[in-house]
């Protein structure tokens, strides 16, 4: 299989391959009498390995760890740590996808914390934000007034920041300019 096969066989790009090879994470395929790259169908295995193991949130460090234990000769060696479907090699492999299992569980713990002090935050600064739009508390005795006729209304004037040009949440009476 040639490069341009295994590649869209496995859903990645050429280039993917090549990346992936020069990174260790494939065996260094076999080449043609003209120089062509020339695979197995063991190493689209590999491919398919990488891409899951990707969807899973392993670094490609963490790959290359796993590929290791049967597939991708270790550098020290020259051959993988074990046999595929060997007691051991699964065991090895289940201890990787655990230790995986815990940092995702830690990562999700912290990103919890993270979003429940955004929220908290957001809460905070939604209420400044309404104290703003309106300065003067509701049902208080200088947010009510009595207009002509004699009936309550809301006024909020002027505004609390301190601005005397500043009319959020003024009445439109006192809009008016007042020099």
Not at 10 to 37: D, K, P
Not at 64 to 89: M, S, Y
Not at 163 to 169: I, L, M
């Amino acid at each position: 299989m040639f490069i341009g096969e295994i590649a869209a066989e496995a859903g990645v790009s050429v280039q993917a391959v090549r990346f992936y090879e020069r990174r260790g994470l494939m065996r260094r395929a076999a080449r043609s009498a003209s120089g062509y790259r020339h695979y197995d169908p063991v190493d689209l295995d590999i491919l398919k390995t990488i891409a899951q193991c990707q969807d899973f949130g392993f670094t490609l460090t963490e790959i290359r760890e796993i590929l290791r234990l049967f597939w991708v000769p270790d550098p020290k060696t020259g051959r993988p740590c074990h046999k595929p479907n060997e007691a051991q090699c699964m065991v090895d492999a289940c201890a990787l996808g655990e230790k995986k299992l815990a940092a995702l569980d830690a990562e999700i713990a912290r990103m919890q914390q993270s979003r429940a002090a955004l929220t908290t935050a957001l809460a905070a600064m939604r209420a400044r934000v309404e104290e703003r739009l309106d300065p003067i508390p509701r049902n208080t005795p200088q947010a009510l007034s009595v207009s002509n006729g004699g009936e309550l209304r809301e006024v909020s004037d002027p505004c609390l920041c301190g601005d005397e040009h500043c009319r959020v949440g003024a009445s439109p009476e006192s809009n008016i300019d007042r020099n």
